[in-house]
């Protein structure tokens, strides 16, 4: 059974930083992991992904700049540093699973397994 578990949500100031942290179990090997939010009344939307054999990674635009993703490999754990927060960053965060590659890495469809989201609350 495939396990995906957050940590690292919190509340913090605009211009603050935090760092979420997703500890994957369950499965010998990933195509990719990723990061979504879910803002308050609003879809699922992207906001990162790193493939987990080369080290490729993409953003959404609103991010970029701001966000880094990182995976550790041995432990099986995939990071996002977020920087410079700003109040419409706020969303729960949600980790993301990919085994298989997928037409397109950017929708919620191509993932396998979810975790169970960790909030983030970004006040001005």
């Known amino acids: 059974q495939v396990l995906l578990m957050e940590s690292g949500g919190g509340l913090v100031q605009a211009g603050g930083s935090l760092r979420l942290s997703c500890a994957a179990s369950g499965h010998a090997s990933w195509y990719s992991m990723a990061w979504f939010r879910q803002p308050p009344g609003k879809e699922r939307e992207f906001v990162a992904r790193i493939r987990w054999s080369a080290e490729m990674t993409y953003y959404a635009e609103s991010v970029k700049g701001r966000f880094t993703i990182s995976r550790d490999n041995a432990k099986n754990t995939v990071d996002l540093q977020m920087d410079s927060l700003k109040p419409e960053d706020t969303a729960v965060y949600y980790c993301?699973?990919?085994?298989?590659?997928?037409?397109?890495?950017?929708?919620?469809?191509?993932?396998?397994?979810w975790g169970q989201g960790t909030q983030v609350t970004v006040s001005l």
């Open positions: 993301a699973a990919q085994l298989t590659p997928a037409f397109t890495y950017s929708s919620p469809d191509s993932y396998d397994a």
